[in-house]
């Protein structure tokens, strides 16, 4: 990193600027990123970094006051009029992404002048980013709030190499359609702008790739995503706290006299609950819990009390307002339900606390319940775990968050059940201190080694070796001197093996797949090539047994049918693949369903393939429909069929057998000094992945990243290539 500048992007700047008195102070703000950014090494980047994010302030105040802000970073605000940020932020950005990306989705309120504002914004800021960017720098985009800035920075800066983290989950697609179809295309393909996209935990990151897949139709590999002629690549980075700064706390002074205040002041057992002001906490749902528990267990009446801390957020939002007055109004009822004249069920506050107020409630109490709704991580429970030194103390947690995936010894509650939750609530009041010991201790170990710092630092690492936008998996166009090189190796070759696809690579598509036959060019020059004793001219296809027997079956070639499954060698056929295709009659009925959902998509049947084609159809409506079949069978089929998400078609199969299976077969049965695989589509990629030795040629046709080494533009140069190790002087025409 020492020649990279980092460039973090969020909305708010780590610091903001307070006025009384006609005296200007600084205030630094204390999220989890800004601790996150500050904890890495920061010396070891080429220079200081850079943050931009939206101000809270004015231009003058910036100009005036600038010099107070510390010199560990340069800032650049960016100056949004009033009126626009308030449509970007209270409106898009926590009126719709807010509730829709956390389930809420009959809180969404959307408006299309909001979408315009998060547009406007997100535009506003890119130019500000791309004036700023020098060669070299890793930028780092944060939140759902710059969503389309990866690609805005792009169209900008081609070159960038762009980092994005989603701070909150990332819902599954059916969430997600419910935003107009060019609102939510305009948010994925934003994403898609970065070299590397990051969530808390693979369900989220699995709903954003299976999004790409069924709203852009872009295939996915591994958690990446074939983006035009780039790959965008994605990952899980469960964010954490700063470990120390929580667990060093407990001894304290000041922490220790807030701890025994508390103790002083309540002499029961104390749960512990703080979160901001949202409907997305479960706040609510908590009351309900604690109503539930002092039912079912009148013994513990005047023997607990629930601390309930609610720290003010986005009150101008009416549905946070209204949660407000909700709250209130569920606290005042159960304290007047069970409350005595020296005890109070519930302490409630609606204000911020200081760090030693929040530590000394940390480890003063006996249960700290955390159960929000749905949450993207849940730094408050890691917060609780870290500051127990004393390895006291019990969690309840949702299973809706994404601290549950790492906190499997807290008492794990779904929220919505006031019943599973007053059951734990009890289970947390009567548990040992040895088995508190035994399941605070196995937490602490493991947030303590996956820190803030760790966080950030592995982003960093995978962003800096994510190859570069104009580096992935392009493949040099093989023309010119390129071309020349391979005339030459295939010259000095004496054994020499072709691996041809056909439909994209010897033949352009066509309506119907029986019009696609070969023309008397292509024949002409497979013939000439198979009549040199030095080649092995091998046409690899999806295509079936009967149809390849019937175009090529005159010529001296070999041939493989169904990707694999048949192959015909020295002029006899045998089958591959022992699959009696019995699961076909299981599969049919879908892909006969699409056809009388699909006007102008058909069935294709091979032996042991099925295909529905789609190219005849309405293209808006062939997509969507292919899109749907491909979920279903996704979660339909066994693991013992592939689905191909191919051109224009859904293909189904066996697993046995691929081009990459059949090809790594041909090329290891013979000592071939000459290998050359042409083709186009996803298919294919099995069989040029094979080809990574010297006086090995994989070529992908067409456009897209590929596995590939080379590339060529479309058939007809394909088509000249094979006609120049023949007929140099005398390229060939297709038709």
């Known amino acids: 990193m020492k020649n990279n500048r980092l460039v973090i992007i969020s909305h708010r700047l780590p610091f903001s600027f307070t006025t009384e008195n006609k005296t200007t102070t600084l205030k630094p703000s204390a999220g989890g990123l800004v601790t996150a950014v500050k904890s890495l090494e920061l010396s070891s980047f080429a220079e200081k970094p850079l943050w931009i994010g939206c101000a809270d302030f004015t231009q003058r105040t910036w100009d005036k006051h600038h010099g107070l802000v510390d010199d560990s970073f340069v800032y650049l605000p960016v100056f949004i009029d009033k009126r626009t940020h308030k449509k970007f932020y209270n409106g898009f950005s926590n009126s719709v992404l807010w509730p829709l990306f956390h389930y809420f989705s009959t809180y969404v309120d959307y408006h299309d002048d909001d979408f315009k504002a998060y547009r406007l914004a ?68 934003g994403l898609l702008g970065a070299n590397l996209v990051g969530f808390h935990t693979s369900d989220y990151r699995l709903h954003f790739l299976q999004s790409v897949q069924m709203a852009l139709g872009l295939p996915t590999t591994f958690g990446q995503i074939v983006c035009g002629e780039r790959m965008v690549d994605s990952g899980v980075f469960p964010i954490g706290i700063n470990y120390s700064l929580f667990h060093d706390a407990y001894h304290q002074e000041d922490v220790e006299q807030e701890r025994q205040q508390l103790r002083t002041s309540y002499a029961g057992r104390m749960i512990f609950s703080v979160d901001r002001l949202d409907y997305t906490k479960g706040v609510m749902q908590r009351l309900d819990a604690l109503e539930a528990f002092l039912t079912l267990h009148p013994e513990w009446k005047e023997q607990i009390v629930f601390l309930l801390v609610v720290i003010p957020s986005r009150d101008e939002i009416q549905s946070y307002w209204e949660r407000k007055q909700m709250i209130e109004q569920a606290v005042g009822r159960i304290n007047g339900q069970f409350a005595t004249l020296t005890w109070l069920p519930v302490v409630y506050r609606y204000a911020p606390l200081s760090f030693p107020q929040l530590m000394g409630l940390y480890t003063a109490c006996d249960v700290a319940m955390i159960t929000p709704v749905r949450d993207g991580m849940n730094l408050v429970a890691k917060e609780f775990i870290a500051s127990r030194s004393d390895q006291q103390g019990v969690l309840v947690l949702s299973e809706l968050t994404g601290a549950a995936n790492e906190l499997g010894e807290a008492l794990r509650v779904n929220p919505l059940d ?40 592995d982003f960093i690492e995978v962003l800096v070796t994510t190859p570069p936008a104009e580096h992935t998996g392009t493949g040099a166009l093989l023309e010119g001197k390129i071309k020349k090189n391979v005339l030459k190796d295939f010259a000095r070759a004496r054994s020499r093996l072709l691996l041809l696809d056909y439909d994209g690579t010897l033949a352009e598509f066509t309506s119907e797949p029986g019009l696609a036959a070969p023309s008397a060019g292509v024949l002409e020059t497979l013939r000439k090539l198979a009549s040199q004793p030095e080649n ?8 079936d047994q009967p149809t390849l027997e019937s ?8 041939l493989v049918a169904e990707h694999g499954d048949k192959q015909k060698q020295n002029g006899s056929w045998q089958k591959n693949n022992q699959d009696n295709a019995a699961w076909k009659n ?44 491909l979920l279903t069978l996704t979660h339909l089929l066994p693991h013992t069929l592939r689905i191909i998400d191919g051109n224009k078609v859904i293909e189904i199969k066996s697993v046995d057998w691929d081009k990459g299976k059949l090809a790594r077969r041909l090329i290891d049965g ?66």
């Open 536 to 543: 092995k001219v091998v046409i690899i296809s999806g295509r």
């Open 670 to 735: 013979s000592r071939y000094d000459f290998v050359l695989a042409v083709g186009d589509d996803q298919t294919d990629e099995d069989m040029l992945a094979v080809l990574t030795q010297e006086h090995q040629y994989p070529v992908k046709v067409g456009h897209g990243p590929t596995a590939a080494t080379y590339r060529l533009p479309d058939v007809q140069q394909v088509v000249n290539l094979l006609d120049s190790f023949v007929q140099p002087a005398k390229p060939v025409r297709v038709g």
């Open 122 to 189: 997100n535009e506003q800021v890119a130019e500000k980013v791309a004036e700023a960017l020098q060669p070299n720098d890793l930028v780092w985009v944060h939140d759902y709030h710059f969503i389309p800035l990866p690609q805005l920075i792009r169209e900008r800066q081609p070159e960038a190499q762009i980092g994005f983290f989603l701070h909150i989950p990332f819902p599954s697609f059916e969430l997600l359609r419910l935003l107009p179809k060019s609102c939510r295309n305009y948010l994925l393909r």
């Open 418 to 457: 006031e019943f599973e939750v007053a059951d734990a609530l009890k289970q947390a009041l009567e548990m040992s201190p040895d088995e508190q010991t035994r399941r605070m201790e196995a937490m602490q170990q493991r947030i303590s080694q996956y820190d803030v710092k760790k966080w950030a630092s």
């Open 551 to 558: 175009w090529f079956g005159s010529l001296p070639i070999d």
């Open 586 to 629: 299981r599969v049919r009925p879908l892909l006969d369903e699409m056809v009388n959902r699909c006007r102008g998509s058909f069935i294709e049947e091979k032996a042991t393939t099925l295909v529905w084609h789609y190219r005849n159809a309405n293209e808006e409506i062939g997509f969507e429909r292919s899109r749907e079949l």
